[in-house]
């Protein structure tokens, strides 16, 4: 924990509309912490060594990491200072802590966020037989290792391109992973214990999920197990058309805000020395916030 510093943040790029500062700004408050500062920072590409570079010298604790960065931050961490297990493993960070020296340290918590969301709604999904993972990209990386990692004994992956779920699977060598064609999808979510969407697909401005996956919502909600948690990572809006059919079918239906949520809760503790809490009073201000965007759907 860093005492001294009082700045932290979120770079990406573009960064619009960054719901982080709201969660870790909340938690400042709870915890009684004024004079720190959680900022959004829009960092291009070409800016982010030099951004890196000056961390410390800048007065912050260190800052989460989201889209486009975050292999770019771990490779930059690989030469410049130390990787948790997880990010090791993931080669993604989304988390880095400075520590009073200016070591700094690359962390990935979005696992992390995965499973307590969806715990926090089902307790007891997991282990599990069987789980289906529509998506291959950044935000699948870290799912499936998690699955991987929490004993589900089989995992299932879609993608739109199915050489890239290919590549993944055995970076991450998740041996009992296996990728489906889009004319396999309803066998590959036959009994399903966890169906999880890790793509755009649904979210405002984006196709829905029937032209990405090829199967309707409702059909896609038919097929698992009667007890299973569908998990959606997009959270605008908040109720997607792929919750609503799972919520319809009496499934657990678990939004995209729980893993947003959770995921920051390392963040806070590892650079504040206190462990914040996932509320309903936090929530509720992530969904009036979505609301007065418009995007709560
Ligand atoms: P992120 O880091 O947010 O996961 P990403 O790495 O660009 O973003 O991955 C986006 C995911 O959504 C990918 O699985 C992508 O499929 P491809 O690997 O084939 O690109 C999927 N996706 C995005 N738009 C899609 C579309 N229109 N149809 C089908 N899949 C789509």
């Known amino acids: 924990m860093n005492t001294r510093l009082r700045r932290v943040g979120v770079i990406g ?46 007065g912050f604790a260190g800052c989460n990491v989201t ?18 297990a997880t990010a090791e493993h993931l080669r993604a960070v989304n988390l880095v802590v400075l520590s009073d020296n200016g070591k700094m340290e690359g962390r990935n918590t979005d696992g992390y966020g995965f499973i307590e969301s969806l715990r926090e709604r089902a307790p ?4 599990c037989k069987k789980a289906v993972v529509f998506g291959a990209g950044g935000a699948a990386r870290a799912i499936l290792a998690a699955l991987q990692n929490h004993g589900v004994q089989s995992i299932a992956v879609l993608n739109r391109t199915q050489e890239r779920a290919e590549q993944l699977l055995e970076e991450l060598k998740i041996s009992n992973g296996k990728v489906f064609g889009k004319d396999d999808v309803r066998a590959a979510i036959k009994d399903a214990n966890i169906l999880v969407n890790t793509t755009s697909l649904g979210m405002l401005g984006a196709p829905g999920l029937e ?5 309707a919502p409702a059909e896609l909600a038919s097929g698992p197990a009667g007890d299973a948690v569908v998990l959606d990572i997009v959270y605008t809006p908040l109720q997607t058309e792929l919750l609503q ?28 020395g206190v462990r914040p809490e996932v ?4 929530r509720k201000l992530l969904e009036d916030e979505l609301r007065a965007r418009g995007s709560l759907g």
């Open 13 to 58: 790029w573009p960064l619009e509309h960054s719901l982080s500062p709201i969660i870790h700004q909340h938690w400042m408050r709870e915890a009684n912490l004024p004079g720190k500062i959680y900022e959004a920072i829009p960092v291009p590409p070409d800016d982010l060594p030099a951004f890196l570079g000056s961390l410390a010298g800048n």
């Open 67 to 84: 889209v486009p960065h975050k292999e770019a931050v771990f490779s930059y961490i690989e030469s410049h200072g130390t990787l948790d």
């Open 124 to 127: 007891n999904c997991l282990p």
């Open 211 to 215: 032209e990405g996956i090829g199967i």
């Open 245 to 272: 059919a799972a919520k319809k079918q009496g499934l657990a239906a678990i939004d995209g805000l729980g893993m947003l949520m959770h995921q920051a809760v390392p963040s806070f503790e590892a650079w504040f």
């Open 279 to 282: 509320t309903p009073a936090l």
